[in-house]
């Protein structure tokens, strides 16, 4: 009985430690494939990231929970940007942009999930100290975004402080 016991207990905990593998197919079809890159997690189950199409254009993804992939183009922003890539997430989902005009000036965008339409709500980031070379990497759970802009000599490293939390709208964690 001893040795059923502890049969059984091994067999459950090896699937309760189970690895699982989940992907999405972000490729039109068969013959359209994109460069795609993940540069984000949360503990609420969202990933971020972007995909650089077969014309050169990056847009920004996010992941939700369900599954549901949220494309982000520069095109459909105001003003208009030609590249979007999301570069990190947090645990409110909220996700930090760097949107890239035709110019090559870089600015900054975070943007907040709603998630009674599964969909997010873009705006500037406010207190960038240097317009349209900063390039951000990712942001905490305190809203502190993180990157790195160059100058003429050097590469600086940033972290800048948005005061400004999100507002009612919560990412709700799909159980």
Not at 118 to 132: D, F, I
Request: net charge negative; with cysteine.
């Amino acid at each position: 009985m001893k040795s059923l016991f502890t049969f059984l207990f091994s067999v459950l905990l090896f699937h309760a430690n189970a690895q699982t593998l989940e992907e999405v197919n972000l490729s039109l079809n068969a013959s359209t494939l994109f460069d795609t890159y993940t540069t984000g997690i949360n503990n609420r189950g969202f990933v971020c990231g972007y995909y650089v199409n077969l014309g050169g254009i990056k847009a920004g993804y996010v992941i939700n929970a369900k599954g549901k992939v949220i494309i982000l183009q520069g095109s459909s922003m105001t003003p208009s940007f030609t590249h979007v890539t999301v570069e990190g997430i947090n645990d409110s989902c909220t996700i930090v942009l760097s949107a890239t005009d035709g110019s090559g000036n870089i600015s900054l965008y975070k943007g907040y999930y709603d998630s009674l339409q599964e969909s997010y709500q873009l705006q500037a980031v406010s207190g960038n100290g240097q317009p349209n070379v900063a390039k951000p990497y990712g942001i905490n759970n305190l809203n502190v975004y993180t990157g790195w802009y160059p100058n003429s000599t050097d590469r600086w490293l940033f972290t800048l402080n948005d005061s400004s939390a999100s507002s009612n709208l919560e990412c709700r964690q799909v159980l």
